[in-house]
């Protein structure tokens, strides 16, 4: 294997999106085929060798080791903060326990774990571009600290609106240090087999989490208060900050002052999809609460396609007409595959998550399991997540990129398809759910790290976090309308059986509604997979050196 050094003025490699070394690789451009040199964020369209603009970690060879402990640690803030993982299943089977102790209506609950969604959402591109730009690093450890900090003051809140107001600061640090954890790794090692591993033991993490996450919630909550859960995981955030302090090494963008942050980020078009994002999720969490025919409701819905509209308009002019950096470059969209990822991100993950979801109302809504027992019914889903990164990380090198999104695609509409058909309730665990679980957590564990490599190959090295950022609202994003769809589709169906049958409250209308539910959730997964077969056809290994 030849030994590649990262260095931002190599020459251009043959057009392959497997060939990016440094900060340069080669994609055909659709409108005349000729290559078209990506460096430094511009396109470079002339065969000129472009300059060393970008990042450079300083303290490692990249590529060359890896790095166990450096991606330990930042694997430790997926499974700590990313969505579905520590910080949410968490807190999902205490909601009851802070209700009672803080006097929060059932109905407003959510919001504990909904104003975490909505920081941790809507600060993603913002943050991943203050990470590009100021350093990632620096971001890195301040979210972390951030992190920690918050959620030990979480337990102490008096009131709704206090636990509230935390539980959204706490995503903000996530929102700090989980794109740049990514952007780090993405930075650090070149194309190959330690990349490889590198992004599946970030994804174990998050899997893991996930898992976890439920276990350790049923546990605590069962022998101590609810309020050692919180603290426990500030001592976690801690370990991670102080590691992060230690192996995390400094890099030459590190020395960016704060006037070149303010003159850089694009805070007119930060402002406007920040905006965009908050009204779009306010809109959709409440949407199935309070009733989609509420005016503020509609009007929120309006007023994010109109910003995010603007902000499409914005970067544009910035891009086209001006010399300053707009927040995302509108050359990035020139490339359909790149385009193709976001939809199956946003789309498959939508299933995914809806599976998680409707898997547990089946299990306790409509079985009748406490949360200990339902956790317990999840427990190879984080085996399975393990084993699935492992698998990921030596497929990533050997297998093209098709065929990997196809299988997960696949996998993951299955795991649906078993949850969506009817079958007798006397069913054994092992029969259907089990190899559900095993299949869903199997597909999503492949795409993640395969789609992950891919956007971020896509992108100069001096957007990675940024690059991280986008992935990760994507997803946030396909799994809040996915969910507001799903919950909508739920609601109808089983609303329609009980007005045939007369009589609420009966279970056989609600498993009617969660069998739709996965249906719909099946559709997602057929849709993520019709686009795999159209814009990723052909031989390219997306973790080939």
């Not at 990921?392 to 058909?421: E, H, N, Q, T, W």
């Amino acid at each position: 294997m030849k030994k590649t050094t990262g260095n931002a003025g190599a020459q251009p490699q043959p057009a392959s999106i497997d060939n990016m070394h440094g900060a340069t690789f080669i994609m055909e451009s659709s409108a005349d085929n000729k290559p078209l040199a990506i460096s430094a964020g511009t396109f470079n369209t002339s065969n000129e060798k472009p300059e060393p603009e970008i990042e450079s970690f300083q303290e490692l060879e990249a590529g060359q080791k890896l790095h166990l402990p450096l991606i330990l640690t930042l694997a430790g803030a997926a499974f700590l903060n990313a969505s579905q993982t520590l910080a949410v299943q968490s807190t999902v089977i205490i909601l009851p326990s802070i209700g009672r102790d803080l006097g929060i209506p059932a109905e407003r609950q959510q919001w504990i774990i909904s104003a975490y969604y909505l920081s941790f959402g809507c600060f993603l591109l913002l943050f991943g571009r203050f990470a590009d730009i100021f350093g990632r690093r620096s971001v890195f450890l301040i979210g972390s600290a951030w992190l920690t900090i918050v959620t030990i003051l979480v337990p102490f809140a008096p009131n709704e609106i206090v636990m509230d107001l935390f539980r959204g600061l706490q995503g903000l640090g996530a929102a700090a240090n989980v794109p740049t954890a990514i952007g780090i790794l993405g930075a650090t090692f070149q194309p190959g087999k330690y990349k490889n591993y590198a992004f599946a033991i970030y994804s174990a993490g998050s899997s893991c989490g996930s898992v976890l996450g439920n276990i350790f919630s049923g546990v605590i909550a069962q022998y101590v208060s609810w309020k050692w859960i919180f603290w426990v995981s500030a001592i976690l955030c801690g370990i991670v900050t102080v590691a992060g302090q230690i192996l995390i090494p400094h890099s030459k963008v590190e020395a960016s002052s704060f006037s070149d942050l303010l003159v850089n980020v694009d805070w007119v078009g930060g402002t406007l999809v920040t905006g965009a994002i908050i009204l779009l999720n306010l809109a959709l969490t409440e949407g199935n609460v309070v009733g989609w025919t509420k005016s503020w409701v509609l009007l929120s819905l309006l007023l994010s396609f109109v910003l995010l509209l603007l902000f499409a308009l914005w970067i544009w002019y910035l891009d086209r007409k001006t010399e300053r950096p707009p927040l995302l470059r509108i050359s990035i969209f020139r490339n359909s595959r790149f385009n193709a990822a976001q939809v199956i991100m946003a789309t498959l993950f939508a299933a995914f998550n809806n599976y998680l979801v409707y898997a547990t109302y089946f299990y306790q809504d409509y079985m009748g399991l406490g949360p200990l027992d339902t956790a317990i019914r999840f427990i190879p889903t984080g085996i399975m997540g393990f084993v699935g990164n492992i698998i990921a990380a030596k497929l990533l090198s050997r297998v093209p990129g098709y065929y990997l999104l196809v299988f997960s695609c696949s996998c993951v509409g299955i795991s649906c398809l078993l949850m969506a058909v009817p079958i007798p309730p006397s069913t054994t665990y092992w029969a259907y759910s089990f190899p559900a679980m095993l299949l869903s957590t199997l597909g999503a564990d492949i795409v993640h790290p395969t789609l992950n490599l891919f956007t971020l190959q896509c992108l100069p090295l001096e957007d990675q976090a940024l690059g991280a950022a986008l992935i990760t609202a994507v997803l946030q994003v396909g799994r809040a309308v996915g969910i507001t769809i799903a919950t909508v589709v739920q609601i109808s169906v089983e609303r329609r059986a009980i007005s045939h049958r007369g009589v609420e409250g009966d279970l056989s209308a609600l498993l009617q509604g969660l069998h739709a539910s996965q249906w719909f959730n099946f559709s997602l997964a057929v849709a993520a997979c019709t686009v795999a077969l159209l814009f990723f056809r052909g031989k390219e290994k997306v973790g080939a050196i």
